[in-house]
């Protein structure tokens, strides 16, 4: 996509049409467009304003192997005992849940080979512990959705794991990360190998009520 056809697309049109994209080509994004993504990210929000997001974006064979074998040992956890047999949601059915599954296993498998891994992490004033995480989390998620807004409209395609990131100590050790700073997002970066289109939600009638809670 140009940069002209990005900038044509509509705010709400993005949104509407983001899907997450785990099946990536291997070929490589240009730089600039890799920083435009930061600078996107960049933009959000943050707790006090204290603008202490990180981006780390991971381009060298031998760190994203690493990562991929962390991944690996996140996505093998959390899918477990449902395997392929995971049915389906009221709001998913099971075909479409496999689908998902199937897409994630593929990326576990191919993640080595996706041009580029952007880790999001927040840089703290103090040795970073579990309390400080789930503090202070909130401020790096808006830079997230950010990233991933400017993905889609660049034609890049995009989806955010936590699942590589539970070993702290290794991703630390991985990205050369000080004490002082914590990873909290890994999003795979790059052109799609599917088809962007409309995201399947719940009804908005579902999931929203006025001054309170009451079915």
């Not at 949104?15 to 994004?29: G, H, P, Q, T, V």
């Not at 204290?50 to 780390?56: A, E, F, H, K, Y």
């Not at 093998?76 to 395997?83: D, K, L, N, V």
């Not at 897409?103 to 703290?124: D, G, K, R, S, T």
Request: net charge neutral; hydrophobic share 45%; proline share 6%.
């Amino acid at each position: 996509m140009t940069q002209k056809a990005a900038q044509e697309m509509g705010i709400f049109e993005v949104m509407y049409n983001n899907r997450a994209m785990r099946r990536l080509d291997s070929r490589e994004i240009p730089e600039d467009m890799l920083v435009k993504l930061i600078e996107a990210a960049s933009q959000a929000p943050s707790g006090s304003n204290m603008q202490n997001g990180r981006w780390i974006i991971v381009r060298d064979p031998t760190i994203k192997q690493r990562l991929a074998e962390l991944n690996r040992a996140g996505v093998e956890a959390y899918i477990g005992p449902q395997g392929s047999n995971s049915g389906g949601l009221p709001h998913q059915s099971e075909d479409k849940r496999q689908r998902m599954l199937k897409a994630v296993m593929w990326q576990m498998e191919h993640l080595h080979e996706i041009p580029a891994i952007i880790i999001a992490c927040m840089e703290f004033e103090q040795k970073v512990d579990s309390a400080t995480m789930a503090r202070s989390a909130g401020s790096i998620w808006p830079g997230v959705q950010n990233l991933l807004l400017a993905a889609r409209a660049m034609g890049l395609g995009a989806a955010p794991t936590t699942l590589a990131l539970a070993r702290q100590s290794a991703v630390a050790e991985i990205l050369n990360l000080p004490e002082t700073m914590a990873a909290f997002c890994l999003i795979p970066v790059g052109y799609p190998l599917g088809n962007f289109g409309p995201v399947s939600r719940k009804p908005v009638a579902d999931i929203m009520r006025f001054d309170g809670w009451s079915n």
